[in-house]
């Protein structure tokens, strides 16, 4: 079975720009979910989407963040303006719903470097 | 609210050797799963190992083991004869189950830096 993809890889960009990311999870997988990555942390949940639904997104800093899920597949996160403090890894993770304690998956995550 | 806490930011073991990562959690809840994983340079998260709270056997996978000790909210990893490619940031994670399904949210530790040595 593939893995979740996310694209890009790597991004730089200044402050005050804005910028996007990508996710497809693994076919299946009713739950998608985004986490940030801050270097030396553990991740900490952004997002929760079930199926195209919002579930979660109570640490989710709305003034500049957004993310979408179109069709309950493939998901988008931006954020508008960068910070600095947005320097981080964003991981994007899926899961099946219908299995009780089904891990997440996750994907090889986007370094974002805000100058 | 769960939190979950790794007090071992870094922790070093010789190859073949033996090594535990520790991990303790706060819930109130009785319903959830704990999973420890493995995230090489790659980013990646990696499942290793998972349990659920219900089942008093600890888990085990290969040379990855775990002490469940559910009284007191501990969950640490063993790892035994350790070998280079096990050099790895390690997260333990809890996730709350929500009625049927997994609809929980994954809350990660600080995590732990292995280095083996040679």
């Known amino acids: 079975e593939a893995g979740v993809a996310q694209s890009p890889r790597y991004k730089i960009i200044e402050k005050r720009q804005s910028v996007a990311f990508w996710c497809n999870p693994i076919s299946g997988h009713a739950t998608l979910y985004w986490y940030q990555q801050i270097l030396g942390q553990g991740p900490k949940l952004l997002i929760q989407f079930q199926n195209n639904g919002v579930v979660d997104d109570s640490q989710l800093p709305k003034d500049r963040f957004s993310a979408e899920r179109l069709k309950g597949v493939d998901s988008t996160l931006k954020i508008q303006p960068a910070k600095l403090e947005d320097s981080a890894v964003y991981l994007c993770?899926?899961?099946?719903?219908?299995?009780?304690?089904?891990?997440?998956?996750f994907g090889n995550g986007t370094r974002l470097t805000v100058t | 609210a769960q939190t979950v806490t790794q007090s071992q930011p870094e922790m070093s073991v010789q190859e073949a050797e033996t090594v535990t990562l520790s991990c303790t959690y706060d819930?109130?809840?009785?319903?959830?799963?704990l999973f420890w994983y493995k995230q090489p340079p790659s980013r990646q998260m990696i499942l290793v190992i998972r349990?659920?709270?219900?089942?008093?056997q600890n888990a085990t996978e290969n040379r990855f083991s775990v002490n469940f000790q559910k009284a007191a909210k501990s969950f640490s990893l063993k790892i035994s004869d350790s070998q280079l490619g096990d050099a790895a940031m390690y997260f333990c994670?809890?996730?709350?189950?929500?009625?049927?399904?997994?609809?929980?949210?994954?809350?990660f530790g600080q995590g732990t830096t292995l280095q083996v040595k040679p």
């Open positions: 349990q659920e709270a219900y089942k008093q």
């Open positions: 819930t109130s809840e009785s319903d959830y799963y």
């Open positions: 993770a899926s899961s099946r719903r219908d299995i009780s304690g089904s891990p997440l998956h």
């Open positions: 994670a809890y996730i709350r189950l929500r009625g049927t399904g997994n609809t929980g949210k994954l809350i």
